[in-house]
Structure formats: structure tokens, C-alpha cells
């Protein structure tokens, strides 16, 4: 997607890249939340409450890319919560019953966090390694072009 966005006439700034990156993120969890049915359906506080920032140099270079929402939308992706620690979430309810472990729910991982959040930030890397080898081209050209003019 960003890759289709740049062409030789409008090239996106690395901070472009960055929101564009960090917009499609949001969009992919927020798919992946809807899918697993995670949050509360009613309200869909987890679902609204993504933002994101990038922070920049003055000079325009990304230094940062930070996301925040609903904190217990980490607790969904580890399988916590509601007195289920992590460690706990394999534990038959009949374990847990004969442990003494009579709070809490079973409460099962949804992973819509960390592996949609891993497999953008490859992505990111592969765009960024793309556009800074591109860059080295240009770069290497321009000197031996100015070095054959003198």
C-alpha cells in the first residue's frame, strides 16, 4: 500500500510513511479485534480508542511512532484478567476447581495485538529498507556522476 503511494513524482516524507504506517495498523487491529469479537460489543471502547503520534526531528526524521488504547485490551491478547494471572489461562476449569482457584473465568489469549502488531512492523522495516537503499543509489549515481564531470 505505501509503495503504491510513492512514485518518482510525489515521494512521501518519512513522516508521511510514518502516519500512513501507523493508520494501517490501527485499521489491521481493529479488523482483528472485530473478527475475534473482543471488547465490549456494546460500546466498543476498545474498538474508538486507538490513536497514534509520530514524533519527528526538527529535521523531519521519524524518531518515534507511539499507539495507545484501552489497557485492558492488552489483558485480552495475554489471556488475563478477572482473576486469571498469566500462567493460569491452560488450567481446566476441574484444575482450577481442585486448586482452590474458584475466582476468575478460563480466560484464553486472543492474539490481536502482538502478532498483527509484529508482522506491521516487519513491514515498516521492509518499506524503510526499500526506500533507504533506494536513497544510497541515488546517492552513489549522483557522486559518480559529479566525480566523471570534474
Not at 499507539?67 to 478477572?82: H, I, N, P, S, T
Not at 506491521?120 to 526499500?130: C, D, F
Request: net charge positive.
Amino acid at each position: 500500500f505505501l509503495c503504491s503511494m510513492q512514485n518518482s513524482q510525489t515521494k512521501l516524507s518519512e513522516r508521511e510513511v510514518a502516519r500512513a504506517w501507523a493508520q494501517i495498523t490501527i485499521k489491521r487491529w481493529r479488523r482483528k479485534i472485530d473478527r475475534m469479537k473482543i471488547g465490549h460489543q456494546s460500546s466498543g471502547e476498545l474498538f474508538r480508542s486507538f490513536q497514534y503520534s509520530v514524533l519527528a526531528s526538527s529535521g523531519g526524521d521519524v524518531q518515534k511512532i507511539e499507539f495507545a488504547f484501552r489497557f485492558y485490551g492488552k489483558f485480552v491478547d495475554m489471556g488475563v484478567g478477572r482473576g486469571t494471572k498469566l500462567g493460569d489461562q491452560p488450567m481446566s476449569m476441574g484444575m482450577r476447581k481442585l486448586s482452590g482457584k474458584f475466582l476468575g473465568m478460563k480466560r484464553v489469549p486472543k492474539k490481536w495485538y502482538s502478532k498483527t502488531f509484529y508482522s506491521e512492523t516487519q513491514r515498516l522495516v521492509e518499506i524503510l529498507q526499500e526506500e533507504y537503499g533506494h536513497r544510497g543509489q541515488i546517492i552513489i549515481s549522483e557522486n559518480i556522476n559529479d566525480n566523471a564531470i570534474h
